[in-house]
Structure formats: C-alpha cells, structure tokens
Nanobody
Framework: QVRLVESGGGLVQPGGSLRLSCAAS????????MGWYRRAPGKERELVAQ??????TNYADSLKGRVTISRANAKMVYLEIDSLEPEDTAVYYC??????????????WGQGTQVTVSS
C-alpha cells in the first residue's frame, strides 16, 4: 500500500511563488517516477511536471519557465511555481509510478492540495 501526502498549498497573491511537497510512504519496491498534476475548476486534470528516479524532468509546455520539479530523495518531491496567476488556481495532485518489482507498475495518487491564486 502506497500513501502520498501533499503539503504546501494555500492562498497566494498573483505574482507570488509557492512550493508544494509530496512524500511517499508504504510498502513498495521502488518508485519509477513522481509527478504533479492539477485540476482547475471546470477543467480536465493536466500534467504539470514529472521527474524520474534518475532525475530526468518533463514539464507541461504551457508552464515551462515557471515551474521546477525537484527531488529531496527517492520518496519526496517538490514543485515550485513562480509568477503565479489566477489561472493556476487548482487542486494539485501528486502522482507516483510504483515499481512492484515484478512485471508491472501502477500509478498511485495523493488526495490533492488546493492552490488558490487571488488578491
């Protein structure tokens, strides 16, 4: 069983910055990659950024230059968002692709953390 716990969300003024954290715990073989998705009101969930166990990163084109994903260790990642805009208001979800040590992997999700950008 894998548990992902996000933290760091809240109310931020436009132009501000925010750092989200995600910690994974539980009984699993390893994590292939971790990432962040978000779902804005009335919109589909979308990828924000991902980082592999080797440190390779992938960012949504629309957010490149404003977001940075990084790893503290194999089970904890951060997402920094700069120059926040009201359009960044969303629930941000942590995702981890779990390596079972067998022939398959699966995605695990956190409960989400609300980010609201407003003056």
């Amino acid at each position: 069983q894998v548990r992902l716990v996000e933290s760091g969300g809240g109310l931020v003024q436009p132009g501000g910055s925010l750092r989200l954290s995600c910690a994974a715990s539980g009984n699993f073989f390893s994590i292939n990659y971790m990432g962040w998705y978000r779902r804005a009101p009335g919109k589909e969930r979308e990828l924000v950024a991902q980082i592999t166990k080797d440190g390779a990163t992938n960012y949504a084109d629309s957010l490149k230059g404003r977001v940075t994903i990084s790893r503290a260790n194999a089970k904890m990642v951060y997402l920094e968002i700069d120059s926040l805009e009201p359009e960044d208001t969303a629930v941000y979800y942590c995702q981890a692709n779990i390596n079972t040590g067998s022939y398959y992997s699966y995605d695990s999700w956190g409960q989400g953390t609300q980010v609201t950008v407003s003056s």
